[in-house]
C-alpha cells in the first residue's frame, strides 16, 4: 500500500511515478543478477548501476513514504530527492555516452542466446527506465524545490565518491571482477591500465562535471523561482 499510494503531495501521478519506479528498479536489480537466467552472479556490488539502482529502490519503496508520513522530517524530503535522482541520472549519462558503444559489443556475438537478450534489456531498465522515470518524478512531483541550496550540489557528490573508495579498495583486496579481464567495473577508473594519476584526473574531471551540473540546477530553480514572485 505504501509503495502503491504513498502520501505524495502531487496525488496520483506521485503514486504512478514512484510505483513505476520502485518495480522497474527492482526488476532491473534481478535481472542484472542473472535471477532470470537461473545464473548466481559474482561481484554484483561492484558496479554504480547496481548502487545506484537499489539506492533508488530503497528510497521509493522504503524511505519516501516515511519521510512523507512525517512532517517533523518532510524538511530532508527536497535535499533527498535531490540527491538520489543525480546519483541515478549519473548512471544514465555516463553509460549512455561512454559506456553503452562496448556493451553492444559485448552482446552482438551471440545476440540470440538468453542471457544476452536479458542483458539487453536489464540496460534499457536500468540504464534508461529508472533514471528517467526518477527524473520525472523529481521534476514533476517532488515538493520544495526552492529549498535547495548550493550545499546539496555538493552533498549528492558524497555517493559516487563513496563508491569510488569502494571500487578502488575492492579491486585491491578481490582482483579481477568475475566475467571479467579487470578489478575495475568501468574502464575510465583502471588503475593499472592507466596509472593513477590519470585515473584521478578523469575522476575530477567527472565529479567537476557533475558538480557543475547540479549547480547548474540549482541556479535555474533559484531564478525560475525568483521570477515567479516577481511576475
Not at 516515511?66 to 530532508?76: C, D, G, I, K, Q
Not at 534489456?121 to 527524473?135: G, K, N, R
Not at 548550493?150 to 579498495?169: E, I, M
Request: with cysteine; glycine share 6%.
Amino acid at each position: 500500500m505504501l509503495v502503491l499510494h504513498p502520501p505524495t503531495p502531487q496525488g496520483k501521478l506521485g503514486a504512478v511515478l514512484s510505483a513505476l519506479i520502485v518495480v522497474f528498479s527492482l526488476v532491473g536489480l534481478t535481472m542484472h543478477g542473472d535471477f532470470y537466467a537461473g545464473v548466481r552472479r559474482r561481484d554484483y556490488w561492484a558496479y554504480y548501476t547496481n548502487q545506484s539502482n537499489l539506492l533508488v529502490f530503497a528510497y521509493f519503496a522504503l524511505l519516501s513514504p516515511f519521510l512523507y508520513a512525517n512532517p517533523r522530517l518532510s524538511a530532508m524530503i527536497p535535499r533527498t530527492e535531490f540527491a538520489v535522482m543525480l546519483s541515478i541520472m549519473l548512471t544514465h549519462l555516463v553509460y549512455h555516452h561512454f559506456l553503452a558503444p562496448f556493451v553492444g559489443e559485448e552482446t552482438i556475438y551471440s545476440p540470440h542466446a538468453p542471457d544476452a537478450r536479458i542483458a539487453r534489456a536489464d540496460s534499457i531498465v536500468q540504464h534508461y527506465a529508472v533514471p528517467l522515470l526518477t527524473f520525472a518524478y523529481w521534476l514533476f512531483c517532488s515538493p520544495s524545490k526552492a529549498r535547495l541550496t548550493f550545499l546539496d550540489a555538493f552533498l549528492w557528490l558524497l555517493f559516487p565518491l563513496g563508491y569510488t573508495g569502494y571500487v578502488l579498495l575492492r579491486a585491491k583486496l578481490r582482483g579481477v571482477i568475475h566475467r571479467t579481464k579487470s578489478a575495475y567495473p568501468y574502464p575510465f577508473l583502471d588503475v593499472r591500465f592507466f596509472g593513477v594519476r590519470r585515473v584521478l584526473r578523469l575522476a575530477g574531471l567527472l565529479l567537476a562535471l557533475c558538480l557543475g551540473a547540479s549547480l547548474s540546477v540549482i541556479l535555474l530553480i533559484k531564478a525560475v523561482c525568483f521570477v515567479l514572485r516577481c511576475a
